[in-house]
């Protein structure tokens, strides 16, 4: 079994999701193979060489919107993990991993947008402004 990241957006404890021109503007590289069919990206990373596979949502192309962000196999790449806190300037985004569900935001983000109970459930709220910091 793999280890997911998982990216949400929430506003007054509702999900918003994402614009997925943006976010796919955001998460692809020169070496990315969209698999619509299965609503992913495949994206590449150079140097090293290193590859992740984003599921944006099965619907994401023909309704312009992302539900939700989950990264298969999340990577370190320094280049994806940018990416990422970029995708979490994009609102009140939480971050979290299925391995650790202590939720990260970017510093600055208002974890008091998504509602209390989600909130305890995967634990005290910590705060990132590097991309390094998402790890």
């Known amino acids: 079994m793999g280890i997911e990241a998982f990216i949400w957006n929430y506003r007054d404890g509702e999900p918003i999701g994402f614009d997925y021109a943006t976010v796919l ?3 692809s590289t020169d070496q990315t193979e969209p698999l619509n069919e ?16 984003i599921h944006l949502g ?3 192309v023909e309704s312009g919107h992302v539900s939700g962000i989950m990264v298969s196999r999340p990577i370190r790449h320094p280049a994806f ?3 990422l806190l ?14 650790e569900t202590t939720p ?3 510093r600055g983000a208002d974890a008091g947008q998504y509602p209390a ?3 305890a459930e995967l634990g005290e709220p910590r705060y990132a402004n590097t991309p390094q910091g998402l790890i």
């Open 25 to 27: 503007e955001i998460l």
């Open 38 to 53: 299965y609503g992913f990206l495949r994206v590449w990373f150079q140097e090293p060489n290193d590859v992740v596979d």
């Open 81 to 83: 993990l940018e990416r």
């Open 104 to 106: 990260v935001f970017r």
């Open 117 to 119: 109970d989600l909130l």
């Open 58 to 60: 099965r619907d994401a």
């Open 86 to 99: 970029r995708v979490m300037e994009l609102g009140d985004v939480m971050l979290f991993y299925s391995d």
